[in-house]
DNA sequence: GTAATTTGAGGACATTTGTCCTTTTTGTTC
DNA sequence: GAACAAAAAGGACAAATGTCCTCAAATTAC
């Protein structure tokens, strides 16, 4: 709760008071292993405020392969966020890679923050515009990052990601094959 | 300008009056082919409309070379949208590809808007969403679309953008050198 | 603990892409 | 139209990546 008020409090102010009033509106949710926190093709009702644990984002393409979006942990929000604010079916898979403890808000209740609370409006508007940021972020790194590059990036910002994760999940969230992590392992290991 | 009603009537509805007034926040401004609506590291102070004409979208990465996001052409919004919104130096450079017809807002006057139209504060949060989308959908397309399809979806989408733009600019869009762009050309003509 | 199963490492070869060129084509100037 | 310059095509080889394997290590089941 605490890392919750530090993450809002980092976006707009809110008052101790308003904090409390807010968190009635949260629930909490606990996740095993392999649980998904959305399925595909499902509609997205909720976002998450992740307590504690590791979601693994993904969707299944055409030639039905996975591709790994990212990995969220401690104190990010997390949600497919086309489908929830579209609240239309869901590309995004994300599904626990440990067990995983959530605060999560629904679509409804959300709206009635932003309705109910002028700090939420704020509070809603530049989440939507971090996410904005976020994806663009996810496709500057697409351009310009070899996969080598971006094997070193989670080496440093998520090392516990490569214990947590598989092969294949890493190497697809890379752009290349098994065979290629293997390669680019093998090269930053050994010399 | 009627294809700028068509254009917000399509995002929310607005009034015969509204727009008349709506307008007068609006500015004409005409590129040369080769002008640049906004310039690397330039705060991003417009969002303009294309009445006429193309841009160019890119910037320059780490290693000088450029990378191609995407060309804008009639009835489209074209801006650094990150640079626009936190009103901080802009990465992407906007350029006129031909001679290039706009109605432009200025940061301000859109503020304005917001302020005096509710109508406005719709659209605006729409536009926000749109673009969150459009960037989702650039990365979906990085991720999983090959160069030869990038290049057979520009031919289908925007094939007149294959005689304004030159080799170089179209290759950086496939995220590919000239000589697989000159590869790809070779398989799709001759077979 | 042993056997069976899953997961990661890495060999061999084919394919793709990049680099560095030269040649050809197109467009421009006089 | 000839001469020049600029842009695109494409040859030759090197480097990177993918495909299809096998083998070793780790994990799980009994």
């Known amino acids: 709760m605490l890392k919750f008020k530090e993450y809002l409090q980092n976006i707009s102010t809110i008052s101790d008071k308003e904090f409390e009033e807010t968190i009635s509106y949260f629930s909490e949710k606990h996740l095993h292993k392999g649980d998904f926190f959305i399925k595909q093709f499902s509609v997205c009702r909720q976002v998450g405020f992740i307590i504690k644990g590791t979601i ?10 996975e591709t790994t979006y990212g990995f969220c942990q401690e104190n990010c929000l997390t949600t497919s966020f086309k489908s929830f604010i579209s609240q239309t079916p869901s590309d995004l898979i994300l599904q626990a890679l440990e067990d995983t403890d959530l605060l ?20 809603g508007r530049i989440i939507t515009q971090n996410e904005f940021l976020n994806m663009e972020q996810y496709a500057s790194v697409l351009n310009n990052e070899t996969a080598k590059e971006k094997y070193l990036r989670l080496l440093k910002e998520q ?14 969230y890379l752009g290349v094959t098994r065979r290629t992590l293997s390669r680019i392992r093998q090269k930053i290991y050994q010399k």
């Open 159 to 172: 090392p516990n990601v490569l214990q947590k994760a598989n092969i294949e999940d890493i190497a697809s």
């Open 104 to 123: 999560t808000i629904d679509y409804d209740k959300l709206n009635l923050l932003y309705k109910n609370y002028p700090t939420w409006q704020n509070i």
């Open 56 to 65: 693994r984002i993904y969707y299944i393409n055409q030639k039905d392969e």
